[in-house]
């Protein structure tokens, strides 16, 4: 064997140098051991060393080799080892999109003042839990955090020229919700209009809904007083007139009535519930807010229900009609208590003299205040309706009080003041202690809202595969179940059964007024008839709810609209018997409906279960 010797500056060469032999081949000597040569790297002693390169690349492929290997491997264990869909609550991948009302009449925009997490960065945060199938999941709170109110971006305004104006017209939010403030407002004897003073109007309000006045306040003070729905056209006297008639006559001067009066005039189509609640829900609004509008909450206040025939009979005879308008009125008014049909001696007393800063009364017209003489109103406020909600932002109106965020969610909706003042006047009036102003009780409950009537009622075989959906997918999440028909419970009966639930579903229509019952952050999912859509409930109708709102994909066309050479759309909105028929369908879901309904249900789990607290902080 041929010795060979090697000096510090060839030993580095020896990791990978070819040593001959006496055999005339090469081998590797390395820690001792030896094997043959590779063909494809290794070279023959008489050639020039270019190995080390071409070695390096092997190890390094090994290496990606075994990575890959040890990756497989992996995936493997985790496919059988961990719980599978079928056992678990939600998927590891929610992949949920933000809310679309592509559809909608009127896209909703979040308050900026929402600093929630979007929904894609939650979607790795979901820490998972498991119930056995059919056991339900525990009761959990809903948080809400309290911010000051000079960190609201607010879009009110105070007219700077409306310095104690003699008629004040407010306008609020983007759908011009109205009412109106006079100075001295006459109820002439025996007559069912009123009289006021020609003084040129003042316009305040939300910036947006101001700004389409321009500078004739006057073209829209005429629709505010007829979505004031007086019985009779107001007349509009000349200033001169009216000092005349109503302030300087000393032999016949009207009653007067002190302090403010807040009126409200119910038309017939307030014997359905959710055009009432739109009346009811805007003298909600007042009561907590007097200070926005200029009034006191020290002076006398004198509320007048002034209804007509259908109205007033859901009032005098409450419990055939499940007792649900004097219910809603009840938890508005609280703790005040209206008098049905009776005038207050109150009302004509000047504030030192009252036993009550505040009555409300409920009258079938005009005529029982001024049935014996002219009767005057010092200041009165009267109300139009809120259109499509219940409930106004809280950046339409100025206020003092602080304001309310969503802890946890999906893309949590916004907080309204009222709704959250509204919920504690529900649990006052039911005498139920609160733990705290900020945390509400969720019971695991999801409800669909079915109809006995044909009218927007499902047909048999979407109530069997929807019904038997959403049981399978309550069973999954641990939620409780439950089919309910409104119209055969009372009005308690129907608050107790929304108010701690969390999913309430059911087609477009006055059943999901109840919806404002439920706890905030709490889930109302809207399905609509074929092409027909609305933005009434929306979050609720501000309620603070999430809201999913899901289209019937499929349905009858109305029998004339080839006729009328419209759009569908056209034809729903100008005219009636089109959107009558649209609305009134009955819904029958495709499967492919089924599929999509299916992930908008999974959604609202996913929303409630961060709710309940299951982020990671």
């Given at each position: 064997?041929?010795?060979?010797?090697?000096?510090?500056?060839?030993?580095?060469?020896?990791?990978?140098?070819?040593?001959?032999?006496?055999?005339?081949?090469?081998?590797?000597?390395?820690?001792?051991?030896?094997?043959?040569p590779d063909p494809y790297t290794e070279q023959d002693a008489g050639t020039p060393k270019r190995n080390g390169f071409s070695r390096s690349i092997r190890i390094f492929s090994k290496r990606i080799f075994l990575g890959v290997?040890?990756?497989?491997?992996?995936?493997?264990?985790?496919?059988?080892i961990l719980p599978s869909k079928t056992d678990s609550n939600l998927d590891t991948q929610t992949n949920i999109k933000k809310e679309d009302h592509s559809d909608d009449h009127q896209v909703v925009v979040p308050d900026e003042?929402?600093?929630?997490?979007?929904?894609?960065?939650?979607?790795?945060?979901?820490?998972?839990?498991?119930?056995?199938?059919?056991?339900?999941?525990?009761?959990?709170?809903?948080?809400?955090?309290?911010?000051?109110?000079?960190?609201?971006?607010?879009?009110?305004?105070?007219?700077?020229?409306?310095?104690?104006?003699?008629?004040?017209?407010?306008?609020?939010?983007?759908?011009?919700h109205r009412h109106e403030i006079f100075l001295q407002m006459v109820s002439p004897q025996n007559s069912t209009s009123i009289a006021i003073a020609d003084y040129p109007p003042a316009c305040s309000g939300t910036m947006s809904?101001?700004?389409?006045?321009?500078?004739?306040?006057?073209?829209?003070?005429?629709?505010?007083?007829?979505?004031?729905?007086?019985?009779?056209?107001?007349?509009?006297?000349?200033?001169?007139?009216?000092?005349?008639?109503?302030?300087?006559?000393?032999?016949?001067?009207?009653?007067?009535?002190?302090?403010?009066?807040?009126?409200?005039?119910?038309?017939?189509?307030?014997?359905?519930?959710?055009?009432?609640?739109?009346?009811?829900?805007?003298?909600?609004?007042?009561?907590?807010?007097?200070?926005?509008?200029?009034?006191?909450?020290?002076?006398?206040?004198?509320?007048?229900?002034?209804?007509?025939?259908?109205?007033?009979?859901?009032?005098?005879?409450?419990?055939?009609?499940?007792?649900?308008?004097?219910?809603?009125?009840?938890?508005?008014?609280?703790?005040?208590?209206?008098?049905?049909?009776?005038?207050?001696?109150?009302?004509?007393?000047?504030?030192?003299?009252?036993?009550?800063?505040?009555?409300?009364?409920?009258?079938?017209?005009?005529?029982?205040?001024?049935?014996?003489?002219?009767?005057?109103?010092?200041?009165?406020?009267?109300?139009?309706?809120?259109?499509?909600?219940?409930?106004?932002?809280?950046?339409?109106?100025?206020?003092?009080?602080?304001?309310?965020?969503?802890?946890?969610?999906?893309?949590?909706?916004?907080?309204?003041?009222?709704?959250?003042?509204?919920?504690?006047?529900?649990?006052?009036?039911?005498?139920?202690?609160?733990?705290?102003?900020?945390?509400?009780?969720?019971?695991?409950?999801?409800?669909?809202?079915?109809?006995?009537?044909?009218?927007?009622?499902?047909?048999?075989?979407?109530?069997?595969?929807?019904?038997?959906?959403?049981?399978?997918?309550?069973?999954?999440?641990?939620?409780?179940?439950?089919?309910?028909?409104?119209?055969?419970?009372?009005?308690?009966?129907?608050?107790?059964?929304?108010?701690?639930?969390?999913?309430?579903?059911?087609?477009?229509?006055?059943?999901?007024?109840?919806?404002?019952?439920?706890?905030?952050?709490?889930?109302?999912?809207?399905?609509?008839?074929?092409?027909?859509?609305?933005?009434?409930?929306?979050?609720?109708?501000?309620?603070?709810?999430?809201?999913?709102?899901?289209?019937?994909?499929?349905?009858?066309?109305?029998?004339?609209?080839?006729?009328?050479?419209?759009?569908?759309?056209?034809?729903?909105?100008?005219?009636?018997?089109?959107?009558?028929?649209?609305?009134?369908?009955?819904?029958?879901?495709?499967?492919?409906?089924?599929?999509?309904?299916?992930?908008?249900?999974?959604?609202?789990?996913?929303?409630?279960?961060?709710?309940?607290?299951?982020?990671?902080?």
């Amino acid at each position: 064997e041929i010795q060979i010797s090697m000096g510090r500056e060839e030993r580095g060469k020896r990791k990978i140098g070819v040593i001959p032999t006496t055999s005339g081949g090469s081998s590797y000597r390395r820690s001792g051991r030896t094997r043959k040569p590779d063909p494809y790297t290794e070279q023959d002693a008489g050639t020039p060393k270019r190995n080390g390169f071409s070695r390096s690349i092997r190890i390094f492929s090994k290496r990606i080799f075994l990575g890959v290997i040890l990756t497989c491997v992996l995936l493997l264990c985790t496919h059988f080892i961990l719980p599978s869909k079928t056992d678990s609550n939600l998927d590891t991948q929610t992949n949920i999109k933000k809310e679309d009302h592509s559809d909608d009449h009127q896209v909703v925009v979040p308050d900026e003042r929402i600093n929630a997490e979007p929904s894609h960065n939650l979607q790795n945060n979901i820490q998972r839990t498991s119930v056995p199938r059919g056991t339900l999941r525990d009761a959990f709170n809903v948080q809400l955090e309290a911010k000051d109110a000079d960190l609201l971006p607010v879009l009110f305004n105070i007219n700077p020229k409306a310095k104690n104006p003699k008629r004040h017209v407010f306008l609020m939010g983007s759908k011009s919700h109205r009412h109106e403030i006079f100075l001295q407002m006459v109820s002439p004897q025996n007559s069912t209009s009123i009289a006021i003073a020609d003084y040129p109007p003042a316009c305040s309000g939300t910036m947006s809904a101001v700004k389409t006045l321009h500078i004739d306040e006057r073209k829209f003070e005429g629709f505010c007083m007829r979505e004031s729905s007086y019985p009779s056209p107001p007349q509009i006297v000349p200033v001169h007139e009216f000092s005349r008639l109503y302030v300087e006559n000393t032999e016949s001067l009207p009653r007067k009535i002190p302090g403010t009066s807040v009126i409200i005039f119910f038309e017939m189509s307030a014997a359905n519930i959710a055009h009432y609640s739109g009346r009811v829900f805007y003298l909600h609004h007042i009561l907590e807010n007097l200070e926005t509008y200029g009034l006191k909450e020290s002076e006398p206040l004198n509320i007048f229900l002034i209804t007509e025939f259908h109205t007033m009979k859901r009032f005098k005879h409450a419990e055939r009609y499940g007792n649900y308008h004097i219910s809603l009125l009840e938890i508005v008014l609280h703790p005040l208590k209206p008098l049905l049909d009776v005038v207050s001696d109150d009302v004509w007393r000047e504030s030192s003299e009252r036993q009550n800063d505040r009555v409300a009364m409920i009258l079938s017209g005009l005529h029982m205040l001024n049935e014996k003489d002219s009767v005057v109103f010092e200041k009165a406020v009267v109300l139009g309706f809120l259109k499509a909600c219940f409930f106004i932002s809280d950046t339409e109106y100025s206020s003092s009080n602080p304001f309310f965020v969503a802890k946890g969610g999906l893309d949590p909706p916004n907080i309204t003041r009222d709704s959250i003042s509204f919920r504690r006047k529900l649990d006052s009036l039911l005498q139920i202690p609160l733990e705290s102003d900020l945390t509400w009780k969720v019971e695991p409950r999801l409800i669909l809202v079915d109809r006995k009537s044909q009218h927007r009622g499902f047909v048999e075989e979407t109530r069997n595969a929807l019904s038997n959906l959403l049981r399978e997918k309550c069973e999954e999440n641990g939620y409780h179940f439950e089919i309910v028909h409104f119209e055969e419970l009372s009005a308690l009966d129907q608050i107790k059964l929304a108010r701690h639930s969390a999913i309430l579903i059911g087609v477009h229509g006055a059943n999901l007024v109840n919806a404002i019952y439920m706890p905030p952050l709490a889930v109302l999912i809207e399905i609509f008839p074929h092409r027909f859509h609305h933005d009434m409930y929306v979050e609720g109708g501000k309620a603070s709810l999430k809201y999913f709102s899901f289209n019937v994909s499929q349905g009858e066309e109305y029998p004339h609209l080839a006729e009328l050479g419209i759009s569908t759309e056209d034809c729903i909105l100008h005219h009636e018997d089109c959107k009558v028929f649209y609305r009134d369908s009955s819904i029958r879901l495709s499967e492919n409906d089924l599929s999509d309904f299916s992930v908008t249900v999974d959604r609202a789990f996913d929303h409630l279960y961060l709710v309940a607290g299951s982020v990671k902080q």
